[in-house]
């Protein structure tokens, strides 16, 4: 007897191995398939959303530096603002060249606001303008700020003092004109639209002007040759520097009414408001993720409560509550893995769909999807954990007396 029971204290309960263990986790997950795909898809649904949401914000900010590397961000601009009285400064005509003797500064050019009002045609009525404006501009305006022609030509030496003019991209559209060779009524003067330009990315309301020779709309439009906006490119280093200067240099005695920006601000307050809309769709996929996690816990408790017997079996041969808490354990990861894996397959391919409608070069950084599935890992454990010890606490007579 005594040697009897020493041989039984020594003996160990066998550990299955790891492959083992996977082919008796997915035992439950190919029986109850159905249910499993249901499950996976709560999974699947929170972390594609937040791969996609990553992916997509990471894409926008992505083009959107590339345009400002594009664009520049070393362009200021300079506005006529109103003193005390309400009465707007009048800017020096030789501004651009104030401007130009700044040490950075590269080039600096100018428009001013000209009073004629625009019409398709003189069967027009005056008061139909169409939204569109006109000003008069340096032949250099282009170059500054980078802008390109679409159909035509811009303006040259000979046609600055021409009754001709170059339409932004929005006063073509709404004035109905396809290409160069078509007239429009400025005031009572009919002119010869020579060009229509591209979009202009970093001054966008020059897309909705007419755009004349300074020598001209002093002539034909009574233009007092005052500009009431300055744009200047430097170096850099130097756009901080310049910007300190410029008001003081444009209206000495009036800097305070005259308004310096930087176009560039705008693009990048739009990437932070991209981070704001990204954070706020994080937060929905993860909501979706917890909603998937709820869904797996639910089918493993299920899964139990049908297989009681199955339980109280492997019990009554041997396997240790251990070996229970493992299995139930592993099948509830198997399929929140199964869950992330699809999620993560699908807002991949979600990302690339949409970037490249919309000609975006698509990113999707490898940290959301390590952080997606992860996740998901987290969730199998958390959903699988109740469960599990619930199992492994089945007393195997009544397990095996279970209906």
Known sequence: MKGAHAAGAGLRPARLAALDVLRVGAVGLRARRARVVLSALGIAIGIATMVAVVGLSESSRADLMARLDRLGT????????KDPLGQEIRLPKNVAAMVERIGPVQHATATGDVDARIRRSDLVPEERT?????????IDLLDALGGEV???????RAGERLPVTVLGAVAADRLGITGPGET????DTRVVVVGILRPIELVPNLDRVAMVGFPAAERHFGFDGHPTTVFERSTDASVEDVRAVLARTISPGNEGHVKVSRPSDA??????TDEGLTALMLGLGAVALLVGGVGVANTMVISVLERRQEIG????????????RLQFLTESLLLSALGGAAGAVLGTAATYGFAR??????????WALAGGLGAT?????IAGLYPAVRASRLHPTVALNAT
Do not use: F
């Open 150 to 156: 679409a159909r035509g030509k811009w303006l040259d």
């Open 357 to 366: 409608v919309q000609q975006w070069t698509p990113v999707v950084p490898p």
């Open 130 to 138: 169409a939204g569109v404006t006109t000003q008069a501009v340096r």
């Open 74 to 81: 070393n362009l200021l601009t300079a506005e006529a603002g």
């Open 377 to 381: 890992l987290v969730i199998g454990v």
């Open 184 to 187: 429009i009524m400025m005031s």
């Open 313 to 324: 079996l492997r019990r009554s041969l041997g396997a240790t509550r251990g070996a229970i």
């Open 267 to 272: 693009l990048a307050a739009k990437a932070a």
